[in-house]
């Protein structure tokens, strides 16, 4: 069975930084891309950032490019989303996906596996 398990959101002040983590169990995803999105209350799930099996090459959205880094840990399964200079407009419950063989994973159709979830919600 595959789970993707979320951890490291939280409360931060606007300004602030947060790192997420992804671990996945079940197999292994170093061949597929793994990404990041978030849904805000009332908005459509977004995409916020994507990485190659390679871990050479990502791909960011606008909203958050040279803010928020996205890493992997092939070895340890995990994928990682570093958040810096953190916005309130960034509050929402942010996603880890998993399995996609496409690139540039930006739809959330490209993945096969998703985690359930950990909030992020910034004060201003």
């Known amino acids: 069975q595959v789970q993707l398990v979320e951890s490291g959101g939280g409360l931060v002040q606007a300004g602030g930084s947060l790192r997420l983590s992804c671990a996945a169990s079940?197999?292994?995803?170093?061949?597929?891309?793994m990404g990041w999105f978030r849904q805000a209350p009332g908005k459509e799930r977004e995409f916020v950032a994507a990485?190659?099996?390679?871990?050479?090459?990502?791909y960011y959205a606008n909203s958050v490019k040279g803010r928020f880094t996205i890493s992997r840990d092939n070895a340890k399964n995990t994928v990682y989303l570093q958040m810096n200079s953190l916005k309130p407009e960034d509050t929402a419950v942010y996603y880890c996906?998993?399995?996609?063989?496409?690139?540039?994973?930006?739809?959330?159709?490209?993945?096969?596996?998703w985690g359930q979830g950990t909030q992020v919600t910034v004060s201003s």
């Open positions: 990485i190659k099996w390679s871990a050479f090459i990502t």
């Open positions: 079940g197999r292994t995803f170093s061949n597929y891309a």
């Open positions: 996906a998993a399995g996609a063989s496409s690139w540039p994973a930006t739809s959330g159709r490209s993945y096969d596996y």
